[in-house]
């Protein structure tokens, strides 16, 4: 048996020029003991007996890389698993990705564990400065992985920290990046470096951001676990904290004010100089012309014009969508885009006549972002909604249906003052304002945004089941 003694430094570089020799020569795995550092002399070690078969190693790319980081775990089994392994996947014994095969899904289980210890010490390295002579700055800190990881990991900080002089020393290898420059050497001196005055600028400032009210033990653990809590300036701090977490929160909520407060105020006056009574019937046009020139809130500045509601002013049904979106701005017409269509089709299909629909949106003008020639359409906020709640009320008193669908969160908040839970209210009936009941349901453009076919079709019966429903609802109070 041949023992393969691997360095510290350049380890997953060694052990691929060995596995490349062993294979040229033949040599099986079970032939090699392999070790990291000085090794010990095996007594009964000799030179592997080729079995005279030269074999070259041949993996694709996702194989080569992963395996890399698997060899960067602390399994000692770690390098005659991945030698064994690239043999069987060299010879198509086995392909690359199938978990069926134990030697693979360790592999891919290690590459795993070593992927979510460097996102650690990415996370928690804490550098402190130290004294310089030039003028790059230098700082130093002390980590101690859970793998060994240094060569991987550190090529992170060169990047981000590349105008200053650094040195992150591990209980094995020591990183120093001196002038631009990244080397590695074995470590010698386990001394951590001494605390400087930022730390305690830190320690203010992480207590000072603390939320008692929100404290959640067990997720902050499985973020920063408590064994990296001890390289931590602020974790010294974290206990007490922890400690004194409910009583800081009752005092936070003995101390919040029981006026609301001047903002709240201010907006309330402003709704009120607004209010002006609702148009006679018949005037459906005129509040159609008032609300054209709309400039309540800043999304009358982006949008191309205010969608206004269209339908009969007797209209028994009135569909209530989100706001309009690209092609309805553009078209000045509420639902005629993707959405639009979707609602089409179920309407139709659920035997309703749109021309006797009243269809309006919450929102009367289109919000979105740029992104180069394409306007990407965003949810409107709640003082948004509220101030077009409004055009809303006049629409509906004006119209005065027997039942109003509410499709999606929007439209559902300006009628029953909650838009959570649409999920699970989906087809309950609620009670709307001065008695006009409420149907809700999903905005057809969720089905648009479902990633497959068989989504879409669910997604399509159940706005059609809606519609239905609505649709009995208008005939039982006609009869």
């Given at each position: 048996?041949?023992?393969?003694?691997?360095?510290?430094?350049?380890?997953?570089?060694?052990?691929?020029?060995?596995?490349?020799?062993?294979?040229?020569?033949?040599?099986?795995?079970?032939?090699?003991?392999?070790?990291?550092?000085?090794?010990?002399?095996?007594?009964?070690?000799?030179?592997?007996?080729?079995?005279?078969?030269?074999?070259?190693?041949?993996?694709?790319?996702?194989?080569?890389?992963?395996?890399?980081?698997?060899?960067?775990?602390?399994?000692?089994?770690?390098?005659?698993?991945?030698?064994?392994?690239?043999?069987?996947?060299?010879?198509?014994?086995?392909?690359?990705?199938?978990?069926?095969?134990?030697?693979?899904?360790?592999?891919?289980?290690?590459?795993?564990?070593?992927?979510?210890?460097?996102?650690?010490?990415?996370?928690?390295?804490?550098?402190?400065?130290?004294?310089?002579?030039g003028p790059r700055r230098a700082f130093a800190a002390w980590f101690e992985p859970e793998h060994p990881i240094v060569e991987a990991a550190t090529p992170?900080?060169?990047?981000?920290?590349?105008?200053?002089?650094?040195?992150?020393?591990?209980?094995?290898?020591?990183?120093?990046?001196?002038?631009?420059?990244?080397?590695?050497?074995?470590?010698?001196?386990?001394?951590?470096?001494?605390?400087?005055?930022?730390?305690?600028?830190?320690?203010?400032?992480?207590?000072?951001?603390?939320?008692?009210?929100?404290?959640?033990v067990s997720a902050m653990q499985s973020e920063m676990p408590k064994k990296y809590w001890k390289n931590l300036p602020e974790a010294r701090l974290i206990p007490d904290l922890i400690r004194k977490a409910p009583r800081r929160a009752v005092e936070m909520r003995d101390a919040m004010p029981t006026d609301p407060p001047a903002r709240r105020a201010a907006v309330a006056r402003s709704m009120l100089e607004r209010e002006v009574s609702a148009p006679e019937a018949g005037s459906l046009d005129e509040l159609r012309e008032a609300a054209a020139g709309c400039t309540g809130c800043p999304l009358h500045g982006p949008a191309t014009q205010t969608v206004f509601g269209e339908g009969p002013v007797d209209a028994p049904l009135m569909i209530v969508g989100e706001q309009p979106g690209d092609q309805e701005d553009l078209a000045g017409r509420p639902f005629v885009g993707p959405a639009g269509q979707e609602f089409d089709m179920a309407a139709q299909a659920a035997g309703l006549d749109r021309s006797r629909i009243y269809v309006t949106n919450a929102v009367k003008h289109f919000k979105f972002i740029p992104r180069g020639k394409r306007r990407i359409h965003q949810r409107p906020n709640v003082g948004?909604?509220?101030?077009?709640?409004?055009?809303?009320?006049?629409?509906?008193?004006?119209?005065?249906?027997?039942?109003?669908?509410?499709?999606?969160?929007?439209?559902?908040?300006?009628?029953?003052?909650?838009?959570?839970?649409?999920?699970?209210?989906?087809?309950?009936?609620?009670?709307g304002p001065e008695g006009t009941p409420v149907l809700v349901t999903l905005h057809p453009s969720h089905i648009l945004r479902l990633p497959d076919d068989l989504a879409k079709a669910r997604a399509r019966a159940d706005l059609q089941a809606d519609l239905e429903r609505a649709r009995s609802l208008i005939e039982a109070a006609a009869a």
């Open positions: 048996m041949r023992q393969v003694v691997l360095p510290v430094i350049g380890t997953v570089a060694a052990w691929r020029r060995e596995a490349r020799a062993l294979a040229a020569a033949g040599v099986s795995p079970e032939q090699v003991a392999w070790c990291v550092g000085e090794g010990e002399h095996d007594l009964f070690a000799q030179n592997p007996v080729s079995t005279g078969i030269p074999r070259e190693i041949r993996l694709s790319k996702a194989a080569l890389q992963t395996i890399d980081s698997a060899l960067c775990h602390s399994d000692p089994e770690r390098f005659a698993r991945a030698y064994a392994t690239v043999l069987r996947l060299s010879n198509g014994n086995v392909r690359w990705g199938d978990r069926s095969d134990q030697a693979i899904r360790r592999i891919l289980a290690d590459a795993k564990a070593v992927g979510r210890d460097i996102h650690k010490m990415h996370a928690f390295v804490r550098f402190r400065e130290l004294p310089a002579d992170f900080f060169a990047k981000r920290f590349g105008d200053m002089d650094w040195v992150i020393t591990t209980p094995t290898v020591t990183a120093t990046f001196l002038d631009g420059k990244l080397s590695f050497s074995q470590t010698r001196a386990h001394d951590r470096p001494p605390e400087d005055a930022t730390e305690d600028l830190w320690r203010t400032y992480y207590a000072s951001i603390f939320n008692p009210a929100r404290l959640m948004e909604i509220e101030h077009c709640r409004w055009w809303l009320n006049l629409e509906r008193r004006l119209i005065q249906p027997q039942l109003i669908v509410a499709m999606g969160a929007s439209a559902c908040a300006s009628f029953t003052g909650s838009g959570t839970g649409i999920l699970k209210r989906r087809g309950s009936v609620e009670p």
